[in-house]
């Protein structure tokens, strides 16, 4: 299985400030996805993070406010920009081995607080 | 666009007995992956089973079984000899090959002593 890691584990930020949240991963992946989970909702793709090129957005999430970075097959990072109360929510990264017969594994989380 | 549906937002069962957690789902792909993940109050989605729609045969993974109706486009997931440790928010999702997870809403299973 792939062992992923995120850092930070959580965060409370002010109002119109930005957070960068690493996803790290241990072996090489096929993909990489970053999830956003509202309290007490379900998951929603936010974006599939592509190697070396801009990352898809989803219907509804926008590059300008969701920058998201890939630069390896282990690595990605998403922005969350200018940050308001309804961008708190739990943030998850996710990826699809190969290695792993496409199995699809998840990080812990970002636990985020917008005050 | 694909649709998942859990239709239990919440389950309730007793230790050591069996549940049943049901999901619906809406394709017109004929190749497609079925997952259940349990989410504890850790977060940390954790993936509990797998079903290839190729495979006529359901997965079993312990104490955990699928009951993959095709044609119907069901695929609820039994849990036998529940214990304490089983209580979770579940997720039914559905995966065409090479592509993104799509999610129900959940079911928040509750187990008690």
């Known amino acids: 299985s792939a062992v992923i890691s995120q850092k930070p584990s959580r965060d409370i930020c002010q109002r119109g400030t930005s957070l960068t949240i690493q996803c790290q991963v241990d072996?090489?992946?096929?993909?990489m996805f970053w999830y956003r989970q509202q309290p007490g909702q379900s998951l929603t793709l936010i974006a599939t993070?592509?190697?070396?090129?801009?990352?898809?957005?989803e219907s509804g999430f926008v590059i300008d406010k969701f920058p998201i970075s890939r630069p390896n097959l282990t690595f990605s990072t998403l922005t969350v920009s200018n940050m308001s109360p309804e961008d708190s929510s739990i943030y998850l990264c996710?990826?699809?081995?190969?290695?792993?017969?496409?199995?699809?594994?998840f990080g812990p989380g970002t636990r985020l607080t917008v005050l | 666009a694909q649709t998942v549906t859990q239709s239990q937002p919440e389950m309730s069962v007793q230790e050591a007995e069996t549940v049943t957690l049901s999901c619906t789902y809406d394709?017109?792909?004929?190749?497609?992956?079925l997952f259940w993940y349990k989410q504890p109050p850790s977060r940390q989605m954790i993936l509990v089973i797998r079903?290839?729609?190729?495979?006529?045969q359901n997965a079993t993974e312990n104490r955990f079984s699928v009951n993959f109706q095709k044609a119907a486009k069901s695929f609820s997931l039994k849990i036998s000899d529940s214990q304490l440790g089983d209580a979770a928010m579940y997720f039914c999702?559905?995966?065409?090959?090479?592509?993104?997870?799509?999610f129900g809403a959940g079911t928040i299973l509750r187990v008690k002593s």
């Open positions: 394709t017109s792909e004929s190749d497609y992956y």
């Open positions: 996710s990826v699809v081995s190969w290695m792993a017969d496409n199995e699809q594994f």
């Open positions: 079903q290839e729609a190729y495979k006529q």
């Open positions: 072996s090489q992946v096929t993909m």
């Open positions: 999702a559905y995966r065409r090959n090479g592509n993104k997870l799509v």
């Open positions: 993070a592509n190697q070396g090129s801009e990352a898809t957005y």
